[in-house]
């Protein structure tokens, strides 16, 4: 493979006439591995993983319409629903003709790409899930305190303590909490400021808000996800931050309950697991798609 193939490119394509930014790297003819990324950050997330893959993987990472450095267009000219978020996502594959994929899925990006799933169960080889939640267990109960609140209700009220949630202080403590002392040296800061930046853009509070407003749709077709690992018996392999508070372990364990032959890692992080365990979380899929995908070494 030469070496430019190995570089990771900063593209864009136009999916109905909005700006798609995404990161690619690795051979065009090597197995796909598509990344969807979560709140509030974007492709940027997966910029220590895609180097470490691109010598046996194709790897596209998209930045979901609204994050990142997609086009963000208003409230009132975008439905900003997980729905709509998936149906984008399945345009954006089908755009650079991507037909047969792996999922890598972290938070927001487990709606998404779940939803893709079920749309086009044979597109989608195996499932790697990074604090990427799919049962009601998963749910830690203070984190999703407020959001559920929201749901339940969306007032003045309501919405403030989940308008701080995509504050800088609110994004660091995403990154923060639940990473041991012996591995805080090693989350940098940039990606908590990176973040931030792009959340405080002129309209991404009704973005934001009305996103998390509709977060409850995801939690009436858990039943239809769970259904859908155990007819299709996907392989999936959970890399799961064990300190994360706003997905717990128990989501991770849960998924054995449908997938019996799933790969279940809990490791000593948090929510955003590649900032410390990059080079673990690699060799896990590097290994788990060779075995279970019938991915080539």
Same mark, same amino acid.
Do not use: C
């Given at each position: 493979? +030469?070496?430019?193939?190995?570089?990771?490119?900063?593209?864009?394509?136009?999916?109905?006439?909005?700006?798609?930014?995404?990161?690619?790297?690795?051979?065009?003819?090597?197995?796909?591995?598509?990344?969807?990324?979560?709140?509030?950050?974007? +492709?940027?997330?997966?910029?220590?993983?895609?180097?470490?893959? /691109?010598?046996?993987?194709?790897?596209? *990472?998209?930045?979901? =319409?609204?994050?990142?450095?997609?086009?963000?267009?208003?409230?009132?000219?975008?439905?900003?629903?997980?729905?709509?978020? %998936?149906?984008?996502?399945? $345009?954006?594959?089908?755009?650079?003709?991507?037909?047969?994929?792996?999922?890598?899925?972290?938070?927001?990006?487990?709606?998404?790409?779940?939803?893709?799933?079920?749309?086009?169960?044979?597109?989608?080889?195996?499932?790697?899930?990074?604090?990427?939640?799919?049962? $009601?267990?998963?749910?830690?109960?203070?984190?999703? *305190?407020?959001?559920?609140?929201?749901? /339940?209700?969306?007032?003045?009220?309501?919405? /403030?303590?989940?308008?701080?949630?995509? +504050?800088?202080?609110?994004?660091?403590?995403?990154?923060?909490?639940?990473?041991?002392? $012996?591995?805080?040296?090693?989350?940098?800061?940039?990606?908590?400021?990176?973040? %931030?930046?792009?959340?405080?853009?002129? #309209?991404?509070?009704?973005?934001?808000?009305?996103?998390?407003?509709? !977060?409850?749709?995801?939690?009436?077709?858990?039943?239809?996800?769970?259904? !859908?690992?155990?007819?299709?018996?996907?392989?999936?392999? *959970?890399?799961?931050? $064990?300190?994360?508070?706003?997905?717990?372990? %128990?989501?991770?364990?849960?998924?054995?309950?449908?997938?019996?032959?799933?790969?279940?890692?809990?490791?000593?992080?948090?929510?955003?697991? =590649?900032?410390?365990? /990059?080079?673990?979380? +690699?060799?896990?899929?590097?290994?788990?798609?060779?075995?279970?995908? #019938?991915?080539?070494?």
């Amino acid at each position: 493979m +030469s070496s430019t193939e190995q570089q990771v490119h900063h593209r864009t394509v136009t999916v109905r006439g909005h700006e798609i930014f995404y990161r690619e790297a690795g051979p065009a003819d090597a197995p796909v591995l598509l990344l969807l990324h979560g709140f509030p950050t974007s +492709s940027h997330m997966f910029r220590d993983l895609i180097p470490r893959l /691109a010598d046996r993987f194709r790897l596209v *990472a998209p930045d979901h =319409l609204g994050f990142g450095r997609s086009a963000a267009p208003s409230a009132t000219d975008f439905d900003y629903t997980f729905a709509e978020l %998936a149906a984008l996502t399945a $345009e954006f594959t089908e755009a650079l003709g991507l037909d047969r994929f792996a999922l890598y899925i972290q938070d927001y990006g487990a709606p998404i790409g779940l939803r893709l799933a079920l749309a086009h169960p044979e597109r989608v080889t195996a499932i790697v899930t990074q604090n990427g939640n799919a049962y $009601e267990e998963g749910l830690g109960a203070d984190a999703w *305190a407020p959001v559920l609140a929201l749901i /339940a209700e969306r007032t003045p009220e309501t919405e /403030a303590p989940v308008r701080a949630i995509r +504050s800088l202080d609110g994004i660091k403590w995403q990154y923060e909490t639940g990473v041991p002392a $012996e591995f805080r040296e090693l989350l940098s800061p940039d990606a908590w400021h990176h973040d %931030a930046a792009l959340m405080a853009r002129d #309209g991404q509070d009704a973005v934001q808000l009305g996103l998390i407003a509709d !977060y409850g749709s995801n939690f009436a077709l858990y039943p239809a996800f769970q259904e !859908y690992f155990r007819t299709t018996e996907v392989p999936l392999l *959970a890399v799961w931050g $064990e300190g994360d508070e706003v997905f717990v372990p %128990a989501g991770a364990k849960a998924f054995l309950r449908d997938l019996p032959d799933a790969e279940v890692h809990l490791l000593p992080t948090g929510h955003f697991a =590649l900032e410390t365990h /990059a080079p673990v979380i +690699s060799e896990l899929i590097g290994d788990f798609l060779t075995r279970r995908a #019938g991915v080539r070494p």
